[in-house]
């Protein structure tokens, strides 16, 4: 039994007449974690320009293979905690570089840490071109996956895949990101421009 697989692998199960192959809705998320206690993302203009230079929809469909969804924030559509009135934000190359202005950053880069695997590192690499389209760099940085723990426990990262960490107990469920200031980028919408404008 296999309760994931790779989205490549998921057409080659379902052709597989040796296999039984159960597609269930995930309360699995996946995001990028910007650190706002430091310099670069301590910057507001910044990180909207990042959030509206992203296309979760490309990065969907072409790195995903359309195995799940564009996120709106960090709790999946499956889960009874998620919030469908909060819009999933759309790429708007004008708005991101507009932001960019404001930010009055002077070619802005950053390190984004990334775990040791194929899709991680594809992933990156996609965010890398859309954000460089908005005259933004992402330096990507490849770690094991303690060493990304660690770094994401001491906060001294610009930008993570830093692990989800889901703790459950007698009479509650909690989801925790990272403490102290990290951010989905979709999650910045809301809390940012709460009008959606």
Do not use: C
Request: charged share 20%; hydrophobic share 40%; no cysteine.
């Amino acid at each position: 039994m296999l309760d994931y697989l790779a989205p490549r692998n998921v057409p080659l199960a379902k052709t597989d007449t040796s296999l039984v192959v159960i597609d269930v809705p995930s309360l699995a998320a996946f995001w990028y974690q910007l650190n706002t206690t430091r310099p670069p993302f301590d910057n507001k203009a910044l990180r909207q320009a990042v959030m509206y230079a992203i296309d979760t929809d490309a990065i969907v469909e072409g790195v995903w293979l359309g195995v799940g969804v564009p996120a709106n924030g960090p709790i999946s559509p499956s889960s009874w905690a998620y919030d469908n009135s909060i819009m999933a934000v759309t790429r708007d190359l004008d708005k991101a570089k507009a932001k960019l202005a404001e930010a009055r950053l002077s070619a802005p880069s950053f390190t984004h840490n990334i775990g040791n695997t194929p899709i991680e590192t594809q992933q990156a690499e996609v965010v890398k071109a859309q954000l460089a389209e908005a005259g933004i760099t992402m330096n990507i940085n490849v770690l094991d996956g303690a060493r990304l723990l660690a770094e994401g426990n001491a906060k001294t990262f610009d930008t993570s895949t830093y692990p989800v960490e889901r703790t459950t107990g007698p009479g509650r469920q909690h989801l925790s990101v990272l403490p102290h200031h990290a951010w989905h980028i979709a999650q910045l919408v809301r809390l940012l421009e709460p009008t959606g404008g």
